[in-house]
C-alpha cells in the first residue's frame, strides 16, 4: 500500500502512541525514505507524560513538540540520540530544561538549529555533536565529561566549553581553532586527552599542558611551526607536512608514539635538518612513519653549512616506515643518504605501489646496502596489480 505523507504521519504517530500506552522504556524509529518523504514526528500529550521512555533514538523523520502549552517532560529520559532528524532551536531548549536526568545526548547530521546550547543538565556525561551546517557551540554543563565536536571543514562559529570543569576527553574534527581556543581547551580545562583532526589553525600551533596524558594532532592546516610542551603524556599520535618542535615530553609516551611526517612538498636538507631534530627529542620512540609524497628533492643547504650537515651524529630508532606513493620520483640514492643522516634505524620497512615494483624494491634494498655503517635490516613492499611482492 502506498501512503501520501499525511497518511504516513498519522500511522507513525499511531505506533508512537501504541508504544507509549504499553510503556516502553526506549523508542527507536528508523526510515530509508528520501528525505522529502520522512514522516514528521509530531510530540503529543500523551507522549511528553509518558514517564517510563528512557532511551530516543531516531533515525530520519522531523521532529517538533505539537503541544503549544508546555515543553516536553521526558523525566526519566537518560539518552537523546538523533541522526538525520529535523529539529528546531526550541526542541534542542525543551530537553535541555525538562529532561534532567541525560546522560548521552548525541545529535548527527541533524538540521533545523543554528545554536545549540546546553545549560545545566547536572547528568550529562558524554556529547556527540556531528553537524552539516554551521552551529553556535556553547555548552554549561559541568558534569560533562566526554565531548566529540565535528563541525565540518572550514567551521568558524563559536565553541565556548570553559564551563565544562569536568570534561576528560575532547574531540574536535573540521573546526577552526584559534590560538585563544587552543588556550582555552589546554590551560582553562582539565583535558587528559586532545584530539584535533584536520582543523585550521594558526601559523604559530602551541600545545602546553601538563595534564594532557593523551594527545593526536593529524593535518594541522596553515600550520607552519608546531610547539608541544606535554611532560605528562602517556601516548601521541602526529600526523603531518610540518615536523613538530617539541621542548618537552615524557619519554615514557615515545615509546607508543605513533608518528606519521609527509612532506607534499620540496624535500631539501632543512627538511631533513628539522626530521634530525625531532627525532632527538624523541629518541625513545619505537616506528617513526614517513610519507614522501613529493617529486622534487633539493640538495642544496641554503641556510645551513654543508660540513656541520655531514657532521651530524644521527639517532637510532628502532623502525622506519618508509611510503612512497606510486606518483612519486624520486633520486632514491639522495633520499636514502639523507635519511640515514638523520636517524640510523635497527628496522627499515618500505612500501611503494609502483607500476615496476619489483624493480625499484631491488634497486632501493641494494641503495641501503651500501651505506657504511649500516646494519638495518630492509623490508620492503610492492603492490602492483593487486599483488604484494616482498623482499
Given at each position: 500500500?502506498?501512503l501520501?505523507?499525511?497518511?504516513?504521519?498519522?500511522?507513525?504517530?499511531?505506533?508512537?502512541?501504541?508504544?507509549?500506552?504499553?510503556?516502553?522504556?526506549?523508542?527507536?524509529?528508523?526510515t530509508?525514505?528520501?528525505?522529502r518523504?520522512?514522516?514528521q514526528?509530531?510530540?503529543?500529550?500523551?507522549?511528553?507524560a509518558?514517564?517510563?521512555?528512557?532511551?530516543?533514538n531516531l533515525f530520519?523523520?522531523?521532529?517538533?513538540?505539537?503541544?503549544?502549552?508546555?515543553?516536553?517532560?521526558?523525566?526519566?529520559?537518560?539518552?537523546?540520540?538523533?541522526?538525520?532528524?529535523?529539529?528546531?532551536?526550541?526542541?534542542?531548549?525543551?530537553?535541555?530544561?525538562?529532561?534532567l536526568?541525560?546522560?548521552?545526548?548525541s545529535?548527527r547530521?541533524?538540521?533545523g538549529?543554528?545554536?545549540?546550547?546546553?545549560?545545566?543538565?547536572?547528568?550529562?556525561?558524554?556529547?556527540?555533536?556531528d553537524?552539516?551546517?554551521?552551529?553556535?557551540?556553547?555548552?554549561?554543563?559541568?558534569?560533562?565529561?566526554?565531548?566529540?565536536?565535528?563541525?565540518?571543514?572550514?567551521?568558524q562559529?563559536?565553541i565556548?566549553?570553559?564551563?565544562?570543569?569536568c570534561l576528560?576527553?575532547?574531540?574536535?574534527?573540521g573546526?577552526?581553532?584559534?590560538?585563544?581556543?587552543?588556550?582555552?581547551?589546554?590551560?582553562?580545562?582539565?583535558?587528559?586527552t586532545?584530539?584535533?583532526?584536520?582543523?585550521?589553525?594558526?601559523?604559530?600551533?602551541i600545545?602546553?599542558?601538563?595534564?594532557?596524558?593523551?594527545l593526536?594532532l593529524?593535518?594541522a592546516?596553515?600550520a607552519?611551526?608546531?610547539?608541544?610542551?606535554?611532560?605528562?603524556l602517556?601516548?601521541f599520535?602526529?600526523s603531518?607536512?610540518i615536523?613538530?618542535?617539541?621542548?618537552?615530553?615524557?619519554?615514557?609516551?615515545q615509546?607508543?608514539?605513533?608518528?606519521?611526517?609527509?612532506?607534499?612538498?620540496?624535500l631539501?636538507a632543512?627538511?631533513?635538518?628539522?626530521?634530525?631534530?625531532?627525532?632527538?627529542?624523541?629518541?625513545q620512540?619505537?616506528?617513526?612513519?614517513?610519507s614522501?609524497?613529493?617529486?622534487?628533492i633539493?640538495v642544496?643547504?641554503?641556510?645551513?653549512?654543508?660540513?656541520d650537515?655531514?657532521r651530524?651524529?644521527?639517532?637510532e630508532?628502532?623502525?622506519?616506515?618508509?611510503?612512497i606513493?606510486s606518483?612519486?620520483?624520486?633520486n632514491?640514492?639522495?633520499?636514502?643518504?639523507?635519511?640515514?643522516?638523520?636517524?640510523?634505524p635497527?628496522l627499515?620497512s618500505?612500501?611503494t605501489?609502483?607500476?615496476?615494483?619489483?624493480?625499484?624494491?631491488?634497486?632501493?634494498?641494494?641503495?641501503?646496502?651500501?651505506?657504511?655503517?649500516?646494519?638495518?635490516a630492509?623490508?620492503?613492499?610492492?603492490?602492483v596489480?593487486?599483488?604484494t611482492?616482498?623482499?
Amino acid at each position: 500500500m502506498v501512503l501520501g505523507d499525511e497518511g504516513l504521519d498519522t500511522l507513525v504517530n499511531k505506533w508512537m502512541g501504541l508504544l507509549v500506552e504499553i510503556q516502553v522504556n526506549e523508542l527507536y524509529y528508523r526510515t530509508l525514505l528520501p528525505t522529502r518523504s520522512r514522516p514528521q514526528w509530531k510530540i503529543f500529550p500523551e507522549v511528553i507524560a509518558a514517564e517510563s521512555i528512557t532511551v530516543i533514538n531516531l533515525f530520519g523523520c522531523k521532529l517538533e513538540n505539537a503541544s503549544t502549552g508546555s515543553g516536553i517532560k521526558f523525566r526519566y529520559l537518560r539518552e537523546v540520540v538523533l541522526e538525520q532528524v529535523y529539529l528546531d532551536e526550541k526542541m534542542i531548549q525543551d530537553f535541555n530544561d525538562s529532561c534532567l536526568l541525560i546522560k548521552l545526548f548525541s545529535l548527527r547530521h541533524c538540521k533545523g538549529f543554528k545554536i545549540f546550547h546546553l545549560n545545566g543538565l547536572p547528568k550529562l556525561k558524554k556529547v556527540l555533536l556531528d553537524v552539516l551546517e554551521f552551529v553556535e557551540v556553547q555548552m554549561r554543563t559541568p558534569s560533562l565529561q566526554f565531548c566529540n565536536l565535528h563541525m565540518g571543514f572550514g567551521y568558524q562559529g563559536k565553541i565556548d566549553l570553559t564551563a565544562c570543569q569536568c570534561l576528560k576527553s575532547l574531540i574536535v574534527r573540521g573546526a577552526f581553532i584559534t590560538d585563544l581556543l587552543l588556550q582555552e581547551f589546554t590551560s582553562r580545562l582539565l583535558l587528559e586527552t586532545l584530539e584535533l583532526y584536520h582543523c585550521d589553525m594558526g601559523e604559530m600551533v602551541i600545545i602546553s599542558s601538563h595534564r594532557l596524558k593523551h594527545l593526536i594532532l593529524f593535518h594541522a592546516k596553515d600550520a607552519i611551526e608546531i610547539m608541544i610542551d606535554t611532560p605528562n603524556l602517556l601516548s601521541f599520535q602526529y600526523s603531518g607536512s610540518i615536523i613538530p618542535c617539541i621542548s618537552s615530553i615524557n619519554p615514557s609516551c615515545q615509546r607508543d608514539a605513533a608518528f606519521s611526517l609527509y612532506n607534499n612538498h620540496v624535500l631539501d636538507a632543512l627538511w631533513l635538518l628539522k626530521l634530525h631534530e625531532f627525532v632527538g627529542v624523541c629518541r625513545q620512540t619505537k616506528v617513526l612513519n614517513l610519507s614522501i609524497m613529493t617529486d622534487e628533492i633539493n640538495v642544496s643547504f641554503p641556510n645551513i653549512e654543508e660540513e656541520d650537515w655531514i657532521r651530524l651524529i644521527p639517532y637510532e630508532i628502532e623502525h622506519l616506515k618508509l611510503h612512497i606513493p606510486s606518483f612519486t620520483k624520486l633520486n632514491f640514492a639522495v633520499l636514502v643518504n639523507g635519511l640515514f643522516q638523520s636517524c640510523r634505524p635497527k628496522l627499515v620497512s618500505v612500501k611503494t605501489i609502483y607500476e615496476d615494483g619489483i624493480e625499484f624494491i631491488c634497486s632501493f634494498k641494494r641503495l641501503f646496502w651500501k651505506k657504511k655503517k649500516c646494519t638495518a635490516a630492509v623490508l620492503l613492499k610492492s603492490n602492483v596489480g593487486g599483488i604484494t611482492y616482498q623482499m
